[in-house]
C-alpha cells in the first residue's frame, strides 16, 4: 500500500486537496482586520479576484507576501481584486500586514477555518484565481514562480493594462517553495 492510500486509510477516505479548476467557488464574507465585512460576491461584481490564503507563521508565506502586494500594486482596483485571507487573529494580521508592506484587503478566518477547509486547504499558501462567473479558474499551492507570473499576466488582462514582470531583473527568486 502506498504512503498516499495509507494516509486516505488513516483519515477514513479520501484526503482532502485544493479546489480545482472549474470548480465554483464557496462564498467568503469575512471581517478584515478593521471589523469591515466583505464578501467575494461583492468583489467578483467588478472584476476576476484571487484569494491568497496565508498564515502569518508561515515561512513560505512571509516570503510570497511581497510578490503579491507587487500584483495587487500593479493591477489592483476596479477591474481585479486581490483578498488576503489570514487563518490567524485581527491583530497579529494586522502586524503581519504592517511589517511585509501588505495593502490589499487581509480577510480573517473564523475559528475552526470554517472557509479554508470550505477550499480544501492542506498547505498554506494557497492561492485561487476566482473568475467573475465564481469559477475556479487556477490554483496555487505554495509559491510558484511560474504560476504567480502567470496570475500577474491574468491580471493585467483583466484589467486592460500590459503585462509587466512580478519578478525583477537581478532578484534571485526560487522557482518553488512549499508551503
Not at 507576501?65 to 481585479?80: C, N, T
Not at 502567470?150 to 525583477?168: D, E, N, W
Amino acid at each position: 500500500m502506498s504512503i498516499k492510500n495509507s494516509i486516505r486509510k488513516f483519515l477514513g477516505g479520501n484526503t482532502m486537496s485544493a479546489l480545482p479548476r472549474g470548480k465554483t467557488a464557496p462564498p467568503i464574507s469575512l471581517a478584515d482586520t478593521t471589523g469591515e465585512i466583505l464578501s467575494l460576491a461583492q468583489a467578483l461584481k467588478n472584476g476576476p479576484v484571487l484569494a491568497a490564503f496565508f498564515k502569518v507563521s508561515c515561512p513560505t508565506c512571509q516570503f510570497t507576501m511581497p510578490f503579491l502586494e507587487r500584483l495587487h500594486q500593479s493591477y489592483g482596483g476596479d477591474k481585479f481584486t486581490l483578498l488576503g485571507i489570514s487563518q490567524d487573529d485581527a491583530r497579529d494580521t494586522r502586524k503581519f500586514c504592517e511589517e511585509y508592506g501588505v495593502q490589499f484587503p487581509a480577510l480573517i478566518d473564523q475559528r475552526g477555518y470554517p472557509v479554508s477547509n470550505e477550499y480544501g486547504l492542506t498547505n498554506v499558501p494557497t492561492m485561487f484565481w476566482i473568475n467573475t462567473d465564481g469559477q475556479i479558474q487556477s490554483s496555487s499551492v505554495g509559491f510558484s514562480k511560474t504560476d504567480l507570473q502567470q496570475m500577474a499576466v491574468q491580471a493585467a488582462h483583466s484589467t486592460g493594462k500590459p503585462a509587466t514582470p512580478l519578478f525583477k531583473p537581478g532578484e534571485v527568486i526560487p522557482e518553488t517553495k512549499h508551503g
